[in-house]
């Protein structure tokens, strides 16, 4: 006889098919169980999607307000029963806000969108601009609940123009009505810009709006969705050019480091960059990348030839046993040694006299404290959950995990 047990033996193995048949009270009933394991009480949450008996509501409901249950099945539960009006109180409640299970107050907004409470309008904004895609799905599909419910312009009303999330709301209800949104290329900021152009898809347009555009930050967005569109890296260096080549200056930033960094990071940067760096990618002249098998060759002979005994080269996501970036660690004795693969560069956390006059004895570039601490402004890149401008040694010498 098949049970809720073996339908789903362990965490991540479930029949979903198996129990999408099962018997929806006996589901019911495990679920509001909270002695079950909670992966298995998730996945039958899921199989009760579209049957769950009325007589079983309230004591679902129950494990959705109990703070203690675990917040998976919490938020399994929330999506369950997003038609149930007699949740609204408690997810508007103020005790909602201290709400920590991961996930579970995104869940509680999305939940309070779909029931059509519009004081969730400002919030679901903000979330439908998060750069996490998850993050933004939930905000936009309860925004997307609100607005089927009660038109867009009702939903517009309940939000205003001065921060960046609620323009961008507006922005994709614009185009969503078919309307053009290329003067929103000139909203002072970036990640609202960004939004702009990657909705369009007119070149003859945008082409008409660069003789309009009323800053240059504008002009260099529609030069950025024009080259998405077509590809042709001459017209976008022609604009670049009428532009005089506007970059962002960064004090102690030579020519060589912000080559690499901008060809490593400057066509991948996150919504937040300065569209100067993003356009400066696409016109310049990438350097010459690094052999890397030869550049650690070298520099072991170096480390070798100054009697510093080094280990053999290991990548850095080797080197903290997950994940990957742009360095190989070299060992010697108690110290270690990082060789950046974007170019000719080297570090170490520790002064290493020896070993750096070594490696620049055969043509590495040594980044010592001050140069690796020069952050480079306007070019925002992701690094452990976050998206700000990082310091040159940090590019450099890239991990994560």
């Known amino acids: 006889m098949r049970t809720i047990e073996t339908l789903v033996p362990q965490a991540g193995q479930t029949d979903a098919a198996g129990l999408r048949e099962f018997d929806a009270d006996e589901l019911a009933g495990y679920v509001a169980d909270s002695a079950h394991p909670w992966w298995r009480r998730r996945a039958c949450v899921v199989a009760l999607a579209g049957r769950v008996p009325e007589h079983r509501v309230a004591g679902l409901i129950a494990r959705i307000r109990d703070p203690h249950d675990e917040g998976e099945v919490r938020i399994a539960l929330l999506d369950l029963l997003a038609d149930r009006a007699e949740l609204l109180p408690w997810l508007r409640h103020k005790d909602r806000r201290k709400e920590s299970s991961y996930g579970l107050p995104e869940a509680i907004l999305k939940a309070r969108g779909l029931l059509g409470d519009r004081s969730a309008t400002g919030e679901l904004a903000t979330l439908a601009a998060e750069p996490w895609p998850h993050l933004r799905a939930i905000g936009e599909a309860a925004l997307d609940a609100l607005v089927a419910r009660y038109g867009t312009a009702a939903v517009l009303a309940d939000v205003g123009y001065a921060r960046p999330e609620d323009r961008a709301f507006r922005i994709r209800m614009r185009h969503r009505a078919g309307q053009d949104v290329t003067d929103a290329l000139a909203d002072p900021d970036p990640a609202v810009a960004y939004l702009a152009q990657s909705l369009l898809t007119d070149p003859a347009r945008i082409r008409g709006y660069l003789g309009e555009a009323p800053t240059a930050e504008a002009k260099l967005w529609a030069a ?178």
Do not use: K, M, N
Not at 231 to 255: M, N, W
Not at 274 to 287: H, L, M, S
């Open 224 to 401: 950025y969705a024009l080259h998405r569109l077509t590809g042709d890296a001459a017209e976008t260096r022609a604009i670049h050019d009428s532009l005089d080549r506007p970059r962002v200056e960064v004090d102690g930033l030579d020519d060589e480091l912000r080559g690499v960094i901008l060809q490593e990071y400057g066509h991948y940067c996150e919504e937040q960059s300065d569209p100067r760096w993003r356009v400066e990618a696409i016109c310049a002249e990438p350097p010459v990348p690094p052999d890397e098998d030869e550049q650690l060759r070298r520099a072991v002979a170096a480390l070798t030839a100054a009697g510093l005994a080094p280990e053999p080269p290991i990548s850095c996501g080797e080197r903290h046993r997950q994940g990957g970036g742009t360095y190989h660690v070299i060992r010697f004795g108690e110290s270690e040694l990082s060789i950046s693969t974007l170019g000719r560069f080297a570090t170490s956390y520790e002064d290493e006299p020896a070993a750096r006059a070594a490696l620049e004895s055969a043509g590495f570039r040594w980044i010592d404290r001050a140069t690796g601490a020069l952050r480079v402004t306007g070019l925002c890149v992701y690094y452990f959950g976050g998206r700000t401008p990082l310091d040159v040694g940090t590019l450099l010498f890239y991990w994560q995990d």
